[in-house]
């Protein structure tokens, strides 16, 4: 059974910084494209950033180029968010997800998600 668990989640300031992990289990970590995606209150989930299967490649939305990094240990079967100058409209719940391909930003080919980890920036 696959589960994808996120943890690192909370209360920030505006300009303040949090690191997201997933940890990944029952699946070959290392065959999987892995993603984060995000949900605001009344919004669609997005497309955060993503990485490769072998780490080498990481793509990001507009809104947080600059500010987040996607990164991965596949020893550890886990996967980062490190979001920095955190701003308000940053708010949501963030899911991690796992795609059997590397095609990273292709929300349809992501078929294993976590439960999310709600990430809240006060402003």
């Known amino acids: 059974q696959v589960q994808l668990v996120e943890s690192g989640g909370g209360l920030v300031q505006a300009g303040g910084s949090l690191r997201l992990s997933c940890a990944a289990s029952?699946?070959?970590?290392?065959?999987?494209?892995m993603g984060w995606f995000r949900q605001a209150p009344g919004k669609e989930r997005e497309f955060v950033g993503g990485?490769?299967?072998?780490?080498?490649?990481?793509y990001y939305a507009d809104s947080v180029k600059g500010r987040f990094t996607v990164s991965r240990d596949n020893a550890k079967n886990t996967v980062y968010l490190q979001m920095n100058s955190l701003k308000p409209e940053d708010t949501a719940v963030y899911y991690c997800?796992?795609?059997?391909?590397?095609?990273?930003?292709?929300?349809?080919?992501?078929?294993?998600w976590g439960q999310g980890t709600q990430v809240t920036v006060s402003s």
């Open positions: 029952g699946l070959t970590f290392s065959s999987y494209a």
């Open positions: 990485i490769t299967r072998s780490g080498g490649s990481t």
């Open positions: 997800a796992a795609n059997p391909t590397n095609s990273v930003t292709s929300e349809g080919r992501y078929n294993h």
